[in-house]
């Protein structure tokens, strides 16, 4: 016989088709070739096979003793090539007992993960999710290794390395936040009194200070007054509960903090720009069916939280 190499491995399965009939007719309609293709077949392996491997007597076509040992062993080779190159099992969030670690900010940490693992306690009680918070630029290159499986909650204009993939999240209406007892009558903020006032401002653990706001004023000509810059929005709030400042974040955020603080929710000047979240992960496990699943339920109790559902995720 010659090398694997020199072996054309595509006759394996007319070779099996071959020694299951004993029939060339037979065999060809079994895998949907003509009889004068698989009588071809058959003298190509008889060649590279240096036997006759079937061979006609009054009771129709035998196979050899080679082709008896040959069947068992090509049957088997079929079947290992055929699981090997299976589509990959679907996730079964029932059963799985898969770890799956998240890296998010904090508007997901306190918006969105408690409602979700409430239902993953239902649907999939034996996962495990950890949620860490995004500290620096390390969370992209653990995509890359399998660490973290998603990334969640980042600014769509944040910058991310061209070999990543980013999706829209979700898209967030901004809302100012006062404390109760300063100006308690004012319902909306114009432009003017808005750059006036002194700012609590949100910032990013990744990426420079500025965000959209302050682009959108730049471009306007004009700056607000930061007095005190914080990467948590809850010890934002409670500076702004205690002071005459005001903070601007996205509305489930400062609607969490007016049912926690003696704070309130109020307009900000028209045509502030929303805030656009991504999920980012890496093209290297784009078809991985636990990841696609998590994607999926982060996808939908985001789009959940905005709408005001009440209804549980997907399966």
């Not at 974040?249 to 926690?260: A, R």
Request: proline residues 6%; charged residues 20%; contains cysteine.
């Amino acid at each position: 016989m010659k090398s694997l190499r020199q072996f054309d491995l595509n006759l394996l399965v007319l070779l099996e088709a071959l020694l299951t009939e004993c029939h060339v007719s037979r065999a060809a309609e079994r895998v949907f070739l003509s009889q004068s293709a698989m009588s071809h077949a058959l003298n190509r392996l008889r060649e590279q096979l240096d036997d006759p491997l079937l061979i006609r007597t009054e009771n129709g076509l035998q196979p050899t003793p080679r082709a008896q040992e040959l069947l068992p062993e090509v049957r088997n080779a079929l079947r290992q090539i055929e699981r090997t190159l299976a589509p990959p099992e679907s996730f079964d969030p029932a059963s799985s007992q898969r770890d799956f670690v998240i890296a998010c900010t904090d508007y997901f940490e306190a918006a969105v993960f408690p409602q979700m693992m409430s239902y993953f306690q239902v649907i999939a009680p034996n996962i495990t999710i950890e949620a860490r918070m995004i500290i620096d630029d390390a969370f992209l290159s653990d995509l890359e290794t399998g660490v973290v499986d998603l990334v969640i909650g980042m600014d769509i204009c944040k910058p991310i390395p061209s070999h990543l993939e980013a999706q829209r999240w979700i898209t967030e209406q901004q809302i100012c936040l006062l404390a109760d007892n300063n100006e308690p009558h004012l319902k909306q903020l114009s432009l003017e009194d808005y750059i006036q006032r002194p700012h609590i401002v949100f910032s990013d653990l990744v990426g420079s200070n500025a965000n959209a706001i302050d682009h959108w004023l730049a471009e306007k000509e004009l700056s607000r007054r930061a007095i005190a810059r914080t990467v948590n929005y809850m010890a934002a709030a409670k500076i702004v509960a205690q002071s005459q400042a005001i903070m601007t974040l996205p509305y489930q955020m400062g609607l969490l903090f007016s049912e926690m603080l003696p704070v309130r929710l109020v307009q900000p000047p028209e045509g502030l720009p929303c805030v656009q979240m991504t999920q980012i992960y890496h093209p290297l496990y784009a078809k991985e069916p636990g990841r696609i699943w998590l994607q999926q339920q982060v996808q939908h109790f985001g789009d959940q939280l905005l709408s005001g559902g009440k209804d549980s995720g997907q399966d």
